[in-house]
């Protein structure tokens, strides 16, 4: 039975496996040809493992950047890494974590099955950092194991079924379509940022995409090339201040610092590159193949996928989103440090991968403006939510890592709260958030049947 468990849990924690098994399923549901069925299988399945090289790709060059940032500007305190943070909870929470993460998945199809909300959650690897969070606190709250499992897939479900229908009204936008959604830890902030986006005012016509080049600078309209432009001019600009010995001693491992730094600068826009082809090969395999899913298990379901997949939308708004997001972390990381409270040091990957879909969303609904400070608002979002969860974190909340993205930050808080009650608040507390989801179900399905009896479309 551990044998079988085992296996289970490592076929559910490769979302690339999740992705070809979706993408089987949906095709033999639509009695596609052997043929067809293999392509769109295996096409899904080595489409997610290029996305997944290109954002280990993107990884490798910002991990020593982010030391390099926070040795030479000597802060000291926090990092929101999720890997960090993880990798010491399996040993303790592992298997609490790895069936939180399981059954979970099944609570998310049951709930797309029952509700109105018809989102499958297929970014696994982050579900999994989730399920560890929600092991923590269950079980440093005195839950015995097993109702840490029950109640925490309950909980997960919740936050897999919730966190993309937030973020679906500008996906919408984003893609002009309703097939796709956005499944990511990062929803909360990232719906948060369309909806300041939205405030703003800004022209959706006003474009990052329509920004007006000078002919003789032509190139910039490539977005390989603004990438690395931009990213040549961070990675120098940091290594000039650390200077040559540090680099070369530290991190460049004795290249020369300037050649280092745009070395990295290319890795990273590399890294997008092949980001942005596995975005499009999973994409054009997934999304017909879940429509034998729709029409047969869940009916008008749709895949919750990774972050990337919103940056082939607006490429400029991937950096654009990126350097504001990261802006927001710095002016948290020193108004923290004036008030004497735990200093959050900028989490580079975390503001990359969230800031970057904030640009998207705050650029579909306020152009440049929305953009800019759309980004802003969820990186300061990422930056408060990792200091209210780390009291909550038990022994691990003492670690030099925390959690990184808003989802962690807002659901852990609300369990967190609860978890003062002891183990019967939080399960008054997963009791409430599956009645809310329910409840805002209904409401949803009646908002929709009101527009489409005036002929408004419902995604509208």
Request: with cysteine; hydrophobic share 55%; aromatic share 10%.
């Amino acid at each position: 039975m551990d044998g079988l468990l085992n296996v289970l849990v490592d076929i559910f924690r490769q979302p690339a496996v999740i992705i070809a098994l979706i993408a089987l399923l949906g095709l033999l549901l639509q009695k596609k040809s052997f043929s067809d069925t293999m392509k769109g299988t295996i096409k899904s399945f080595i489409g997610f493992l290029v996305l997944a090289a290109g954002a280990g790709i993107v990884d490798l060059a910002l991990k020593p950047f982010g030391q390099m940032f926070q040795d030479v500007f000597h802060v000291q305190g926090v990092v929101p890494n999720n890997e960090a943070i993880v990798a010491p909870a399996l040993v303790e929470y592992g298997t609490v974590a790895a069936l939180i993460f399981f059954f979970g998945m099944v609570v998310n199809i049951a709930f797309a099955r029952l509700t109105n909300f018809k989102y499958i959650y297929l970014s696994g690897h982050v579900a999994l950092y989730q399920s560890v969070m929600i092991a923590i606190i269950f079980m440093v709250s005195g839950m015995p194991a097993w109702q840490a499992v029950v109640f925490g897939a309950l909980a997960e479900g919740v936050i897999t079924t919730v966190s993309p229908a937030l973020v679906q009204p500008f996906m919408h936008r984003v893609t002009g379509s309703d097939d796709v959604a956005l499944g990511h830890t990062g929803g909360i902030g990232i719906a948060f940022a369309g909806l300041l986006a939205k405030l703003t005012g800004g022209d959706p016509e006003n474009s990052t995409e329509k920004m007006n080049v000078p002919k003789n600078l032509s190139f910039v309209r490539d977005t390989n090339v603004v990438i690395f432009l931009s990213m040549s001019v961070v990675f120098v600009v940091v290594a000039l201040i650390a200077g040559p010995t540090y680099v070369q001693e530290n991190i460049s491992d004795g290249q020369n610092y300037i050649l280092w730094a745009f070395m990295q600068a290319g890795m990273f826009t590399a890294g997008v590159f092949v980001i942005l082809a596995g975005v499009r090969a999973v994409l054009n395999a997934i999304v017909p193949a879940f429509q034998g899913i729709s029409a047969k298990l869940v009916p008008n379901s749709k895949p919750a996928l990774d972050v990337p997949i919103t940056f082939t939308f607006a490429p400029n708004a991937v950096m654009v989103g990126f350097f504001s997001s990261l802006v927001a972390g710095i002016v948290c990381m020193i108004v923290f440090g004036l008030c004497g409270w735990t200093i959050i040091i900028p989490g580079v990957i975390a503001h990359f991968m969230t800031g970057a879909a904030s640009g998207v969303i705050g650029n579909s609904v306020g152009g440049r403006r929305g953009a800019i400070i759309g980004a802003f608002g969820n990186g300061v979002v990422i930056s408060v939510v990792p200091l209210v969860l780390v009291p909550f974190l038990g022994e691990l909340g003492s670690a030099s890592a925390t959690f990184s993205d808003s989802d962690f930050g807002v659901f852990g808080l609300y369990y967190g709260l609860m978890s003062n009650f002891g183990q019967y608040g939080i399960i008054g507390a997963v009791v409430i958030a599956v009645v809310l989801l329910f409840v805002a179900s209904a409401f949803v399905g009646r908002s929709r049947t009101a527009m489409a009896a005036q002929g408004v479309p419902a995604e509208k």
